[in-house]
C-alpha cells in the first residue's frame, strides 16, 4: 500500500490543490491527514488563497480516500461539514512490526511521546517544520505543512511505500528517510 502523509493545510484552498494533485500524480493508496485542516489558528498569519469552504469541497470529493487525524485547530463544526471522520486524537497503522502512532503533535509529540516500543515510529504535524529523528526507542517523523511552513522549510509531505518513508515538496524535490 502506498501512503501520502500531509499536515497543516489552514483553509488554504491553493495548497490544497496541489496537495490533492500531487496525492493524484502519486497514485496513492490513502491520504493520512495529521489535522489542522480549515482554520488557520490564531497564531498564524493566513495561508495564500484561504478558503475554507471551497477546501471542504475539494477534500469531500475524495472523502473515501481519506484517513484523518484532528488537530488543535480542528472542531465539531468542522467535523459537521466534513464528509469523513476528523475527530480522532490519534490513528495506529501498521508497517510490518513496527506501530506507527499517528497524531497531530499538541498533546502526542517528540518531547511528549506515546508508550512505544524499540522500533515504532511516532509520525506528527503541528509545529510545520519537517524533521526526522532516529531517537533511542521510537523514530520521530514529522511532515511539515503543506500551506504554511516555518523555519524556511518547504511546503511539503511525505510518500510512505514499500516501507520506505520519502518526504517531498511541491517543487520536485525529495529527501530519502533512511533510518
Known amino acids: 500500500m502506498k501512503l501520502m502523509i500531509a499536515s497543516d493545510i489552514h483553509g488554504s484552498a491553493y495548497y490544497c490543490e496541489k496537495m490533492i494533485n500531487a496525492y493524484k500524480e502519486e497514485k496513492a493508496d490513502k491520504l493520512l491527514l495529521l489535522g489542522d485542516l480549515l482554520y488557520h489558528g490564531p497564531r498564524n498569519d493566513l495561508p495564500k488563497e484561504y478558503d475554507p469552504k471551497k477546501v471542504i469541497n ?3 470529493d475524495i472523502r473515501d480516500e481519506i484517513l484523518c487525524v484532528r488537530g488543535n485547530c480542528d472542531t465539531e463544526v468542522d467535523q459537521m461539514v466534513l464528509k469523513f471522520p476528523i475527530m480522532a486524537e490519534y490513528c495506529i497503522l501498521y508497517l510490518d512490526n513496527r506501530m506507527i502512532f499517528a497524531t497531530h503533535g499538541h498533546k ?3 518531547e511528549n511521546p506515546p508508550s512505544l516500543k524499540k522500533g515504532d515510529i511516532l509520525l506528527n504535524g503541528h509545529t510545520h517544520i519537517p524533521k526526522f529523528t532516529k531517537h533511542e526507542n521510537f523514530l520521530y517523523i514529522n ?6 511552513p516555518k523555519d524556511g522549510s518547504s511546503n511539503g509531505y511525505i510518500v510512505l511505500e514499500n516501507g520506505k518513508f520519502l518526504w517531498k515538496d511541491f517543487d520536485g524535490n525529495s529527501l530519502d528517510l533512511q533510518f
Open 108 to 110: 502526542f509529540n517528540e
Open 58 to 60: 475539494m477534500l469531500n
Open 143 to 148: 511532515p511539515g505543512s503543506v500551506s504554511l
